[in-house]
Antibody, heavy 121, light 110 residues
Framework: QVQLQESGPGLVKPSETLSLTCAVS?????????WGWNRQPPGKGLEWIGN???????SYNPSLKSRVTISLDTSKNQFSLTLSSVTAADTAVYYC??????????????WGQGTLVPVSS | QSALTQPRSVSGSPGQSVAISCTGT?????????VSWYQQHPGKAPKFMIY???KRPSGVPDRFSGSKSGNTASLTISGLQAEDEADYYC??????????FGGGTKVTVL
């Protein structure tokens, strides 16, 4: 069974950089699939942040592209998100997910439990 | 890249059917047969319910079905049950390896 678990700081200050890691078990991330990040502000809907293919190719939400970086660490079987110059509007529950794309169909099939990241001074 | 449009809420009695619409554009919903649906209970992570418009992942009850016409996709829940009360989100592939979610719909079981 594929499992994902987010980890990172519980609080980020405005203008600083948010960094999260997603540890994956039950599947080797270097073997295939896309791996992605989504977020959900409190009481609001889901927003796609970006994905990374197992080969390292990335794609980002155009509205966040200038501030987002997603990377893979296959040696640790984990992938990471950094979001720079954060503001209160970036306060959200951040979810990591495995992303199907191609012959397996398209969609986010496995999700982490999510981690709330408040942005506040 | 604008969010897909979903009704804020729908409701139905146990045993009834409800349908949730998800409207996009020819650049996302209408351009690809890659619409997926997610169920989210309060405080929980979203659950993968439908993909590629009509396909159900293993373990999802066949009471849940998807369809699409033009730029609008739909999720239908037949034989509504109390445990179906949740928020539902649609999502579409939008080309160039990008994705877009809908605003979400709250389903209430009366």
């Amino acid at each position: 069974q594929v499992q994902l678990q987010e980890s990172g700081p519980g609080l980020v200050k405005p203008s600083e950089t948010l960094s999260l890691t997603c540890a994956v078990s039950g599947y080797s991330i270097g073997s295939g699939f896309y791996w992605g990040w989504n977020r959900q502000p409190p009481g609001k809907g889901l927003e796609w942040i970006g994905n990374i293919y197992y080969s390292g190719r990335t794609s980002y939400n155009p509205s966040l592209k200038s501030r987002v970086t997603i990377s893979l660490d296959t040696s640790k079987n984990q992938f990471s998100l950094t979001l720079s110059s954060v503001t209160a509007a970036d306060t959200a529950v951040y979810y990591c997910a495995r992303v199907r794309g191609g012959g397996n169909g398209y969609g986010f099939d496995y999700w982490g439990q999510g981690t709330l990241v408040p942005v506040s001074s | 890249q604008s969010a897909l449009t979903q009704p804020r809420s729908v409701s139905g009695s146990p045993g009834q059917s409800v349908a949730i619409s998800c409207t996009g554009t020819s650049s996302d919903v209408g351009g690809y047969n890659y619409v997926s649906w997610y169920q989210q209970h309060p405080g929980k992570a979203p659950k993968f319910m439908i993909y590629d418009v009509i396909k159900r992942p293993s373990g999802v009850p066949d009471r849940f079905s998807g369809s699409k016409s033009g730029n609008t996709a739909s999720l239908t829940i037949s034989g509504l049950q109390a445990e179906d009360e949740a928020d539902y989100y649609c999502c579409s592939y939008a080309g160039d390896y990008t994705w877009v979610f809908g605003g979400g719909t709250k389903v209430t079981v009366l």
